[in-house]
């Protein structure tokens, strides 16, 4: 099992950057794919990125394509969301998930666990 704790969120304005940080407790995170994923108001949970458990490999979501970069520390049992060139519709709580069970990481049903999110709010 792991714990994840998200932080680094904030309000900033259109254009700006942002790195999310999420720790992990534990000391199989190395085992773990991990993804990121939003919940705007109103709106379901969407995938924004994934990483597989050696960092060799990245997925992103089509709107944050070329914005964000996700990657991960197996040392630090850290995975980190990178975002840059923020617009207004990147507001959203922002939750980091470890994978659960086989399947596409960009659903969320492969993932078995998740932080408690934190707040991102770009102004216009």
């Known amino acids: 099992q792991v714990q994840l704790v998200e932080s680094g969120g904030g309000l900033v304005q259109a254009g700006a950057s942002l790195r999310l940080s999420c720790a992990a407790s534990g000391h199989t995170f190395s085992t773990y794919a991990m993804g990121w994923f939003r919940q705007a108001p109103g709106k379901e949970r969407e995938f924004v990125a994934a990483i597989t458990r050696t960092g060799g490999d990245t997925y992103y979501a089509d709107s944050v394509k070329g914005r964000f970069t996700i990657s991960r520390d197996n040392v630090k049992n850290t995975v980190y969301l990178q975002m840059s060139s923020l617009k207004p519709e990147d507001t959203a709580v922002y939750y980091c998930?470890?994978?659960?069970?086989?399947?596409?990481?960009?659903?969320?049903?492969?993932?078995?666990?998740w932080g408690q999110g934190t707040q991102v709010t770009v102004s216009s």
């Open positions: 998930k470890a994978q659960g069970r086989g399947g596409y990481l960009y659903d969320p049903r492969t993932y078995g666990y």
